[in-house]
């Protein structure tokens, strides 16, 4: 069974980083497209970031750009969202997203594209 665990939330203060992991069991993230998305509560989910199957492509919503940063380490299966300098408005439950490819150097910041979603991890940022 396919299944994604989010970890590394937590309360940390205006200014501060953490770094989120994506897990996988029961299937190999190097053979997928992985987007991070964000919700609060009331609201859909927003886009983050993403990172390709092929050649490390990453994509960033404006609003996380210059301070979020995406990567694979195929050897632990597990990919990360280092979040840096961060800002009240960044708080929110952070998913990890994937979906199987063949091939591509592409990724997709929409959620609709991404079939097994993980439980989310919580992030808050406040003084």
């Known amino acids: 069974q396919l299944q994604i665990v989010e970890s590394g939330g937590g309360l940390v203060q205006p200014g501060g980083s953490l770094r989120l992991s994506c897990a996988a069991s029961?299937?190999?993230?190097?053979?997928?497209?992985i987007g991070w998305f964000r919700q609060v509560p009331g609201k859909e989910p927003e886009a983050v970031s993403c990172?390709?199957?092929?050649?490390?492509?990453?994509y960033y919503v404006d609003s996380v750009k210059g301070r979020f940063t995406v990567s694979r380490d195929n050897a632990k299966n597990t990919v990360y969202l280092q979040m840096s300098s961060l800002k009240p408005e960044d708080t929110a439950v952070y998913f990890c997203?994937?979906?199987?490819?063949?091939?591509?150097?592409?990724?997709?910041?929409?959620?609709?594209?991404?079939?097994?979603w993980g439980q989310g991890t919580q992030v808050t940022v406040s003084s």
């Open positions: 997203a994937a979906r199987w490819v063949f091939s591509g150097n592409y990724c997709w910041l929409v959620n609709s594209q991404y079939d097994h």
């Open positions: 029961g299937f190999t993230l190097d053979e997928y497209v």
């Open positions: 990172i390709s199957k092929e050649n490390g492509v990453t």
